[in-house]
């Protein structure tokens, strides 16, 4: 299947992979049609997706049955008045609907718009009126479906509701439609067939500064998750690919699809509602993966569970994203499985922009180097390169001029935004870093993070990554506090471990190893204990809370 879209697969050096990877884009190329029912023609009883959940219940499903299902949720879907360019929200946690069902949207034309099962009634109306949503197809948990019944009323367009598992009264029995419709689906042509250009899918961005945004991509977007599965991940056909992430994520896309599938991979769907370090692990022992990923906070939970104690010789390939890595929990994780953690980076708005690959060593803590399809660089404010060692803006040269396979075509329907994501030809990822003589690079933190304290610039995760490294510290947040001599401090919001509790004593013993650990200048002058860390939906950390919070005391 790759051979199809690569001129060439195999690269001997990081410099090849860089001079001479290219991408074949078929015209009107759409994933469903292009990538799975190929895979349904070729290899028709090979697995495809092994759904498993918090009861270990198991259900494998192939190329050909995923096909099947596939075409039948298309006519449902067409019969209940879903056309091109509709857009339908999808609230289905790892369900088998959710990939039954993106690919049939897909098949329409219509447009995937992912959420999270997290939202609330406010998030459910902004999403489905900013989106002018028309349909939305949700679990059947009970607090899930009281959100959406609270929000009807004031969602503009919304004509029908379909729920997945037990019926209830008012909304349509999605898996009964589903089964009544028709195997036979003909790819749509004329008027309805679908352009690589059409808008395929909207994600809503984490709202770690602002309101969220919506970020839109077209039917090209799967090509660009190629490097991703392919050459981050390393995933070959056969393998077993676990992640953890939600469909409500851009992560879901990352490594539960649209890669994965396309490198002819068997992707596992752990559909849970609440994380439990001990049942993944117990499950990656059933199941046998050989790629898993996970973000550095559950890395962190299942190295605190003994991870000794369970067999993970399955994994030959870790990866880990969706928030910088702590070198500690890197080091750790290695120390008692053997296996690196390598680290990607990248955003909702695209696939993986730097990685660490297999053809140079990993420095812990670094998001490694730039993928081939992306012109990487980093500016000061007059947008002039910075030297290395330097702090500046992450961007995308050229980017409008070359647009790249998988980035995202706009902000939808936000011109300040776009305004300023997209200046000088460039897309401004918001994001800050260096890079280092060797041509890594290091992750800082967000541009409205940067902490200046007495002429100093300081970045969140260094002094967040010193923090990680005292026993007492679970979880931490790093922000800027106001102070009249300084402008700012630094200030660390902490969530201690179970053996440790607050105390005056902790919060100078924890000054002190910060200290000790990074430059003495960067240690938090201000420390504060709580119970947990302001977080979107998709759980990252809201610093911008934190900072609000400190501005109106």
């Known amino acids: 299947m790759l051979e199809k879209f690569l001129p060439r697969t195999e690269f001997s050096s990081y410099e090849d992979f860089i001079e001479n990877y290219r991408v074949n884009i078929p015209e009107n190329f759409n994933f469903a049609y292009d990538v799975m029912d190929e895979w349904a023609a070729q290899c028709p009883e090979d697995p495809a997706l092994h759904w498993c959940n918090e009861e270990n219940c198991e259900r494998i499903l192939s190329f050909a049955e995923i096909k099947r299902l596939s075409d039948k949720t298309a006519n449902a879907l067409k019969e209940m008045g879903i056309g091109k360019g509709d857009r339908v929200m999808l609230i289905l946690m790892q369900r088998i609907e959710v990939w039954t069902t993106m690919l049939a949207l897909q098949k329409i034309g219509a447009v995937t718009i992912p959420v999270t099962f997290l939202l609330t009634p406010k998030d459910i109306v902004y999403r489905c009126n900013a989106a002018n949503v028309k349909m939305i197809i949700s679990v059947d948990m009970q607090e899930v479906v009281r959100h959406i019944q609270d929000s009807l009323a004031q969602c503009e367009t919304v004509e029908k509701v379909c729920i997945v598992g037990e019926r209830i009264e008012g909304f349509i029995d999605y898996r009964a439609k589903v089964e009544e419709a028709s195997e036979l689906w003909t790819r749509p042509t004329g008027a309805e067939a679908t352009a690589i250009t059409d808008p395929m899918l909207i994600y809503f961005s984490s709202g770690t500064t602002g309101m969220p945004k919506m970020i839109l991509h077209d039917f090209s977007h799967p090509l660009g998750h190629i490097v991703t599965a392919r050459y981050w991940q390393d995933t070959h056909k056969g393998d077993v690919h676990m992640v953890n992430a939600d469909s409500g994520w851009a992560k879901f896309g990352w490594g539960k699809i649209y890669g994965q599938w396309i490198c002819g991979a068997t992707i596992v769907a752990y559909d849970v509602v609440k994380f439990n370090a001990k049942h993944m692990l117990e499950t990656i022992e059933r199941i046998r993966p050989t790629i898993f990923c996970a973000p550095p906070t559950v890395f962190r939970f299942l190295i605190r569970e003994d991870i000794s104690h369970y067999d993970l010789s399955s994994i030959r390939h870790c990866t880990i994203a969706g928030e910088p890595l702590n070198p500690e929990v890197f080091y750790e994780f290695q120390r008692k499985t053997g296996l690196s953690l390598t680290e990607g980076f990248g955003q909702s708005e695209g696939t993986v922009l730097l990685a660490n690959f297999k053809w140079f060593p990993i420095k812990p803590g670094s998001m490694g180097k730039p993928v081939p399809l992306y012109n990487i660089d980093i500016i000061d404010e007059n947008g002039d390169s910075c030297e290395d060692g330097i ?163």
């Not at 997209?422 to 990822?429: F, P, V």
């Not at 009249?484 to 607050?502: D, N, S």
Request: one cysteine or more.
């Open 391 to 553: 702090v500046g803006r992450v961007v995308v040269r050229d980017a409008v001029a070359h647009p790249p396979v998988g980035l995202f075509k706009e902000y939808y329907m936000d011109e300040q935004a776009n305004a300023s994501a997209w200046r000088n030809g460039m897309y401004d990822t918001g994001d800050t870093a260096w890079r280092d003589a060797d041509g890594y690079y290091w992750f800082v933190g967000r541009s409205d993070d940067v902490i200046k304290c007495s002429g100093y610039r300081i970045g969140p995760f260094e002094v967040e990554n010193a923090l990680m490294t005292h026993p007492a510290v679970l979880e931490c947040a790093v922000t800027a506090a106001p102070d009249p001599v300084r402008g700012q401090v630094v200030k660390a919001t902490i969530v201690l471990t179970k053996q440790y509790e607050a105390s005056e004593a902790l919060k100078k013993e924890i000054q002190d190893h910060v200290k000790k650990v990074t430059a003495p200048y960067k240690y938090p002058r201000i420390v504060e204990f709580v119970r947990e860390l302001p977080k979107t939906t998709s759980g990252k950390i809201r610093r911008v809370e934190i900072r609000n919070q400190d501005k109106n005391q």
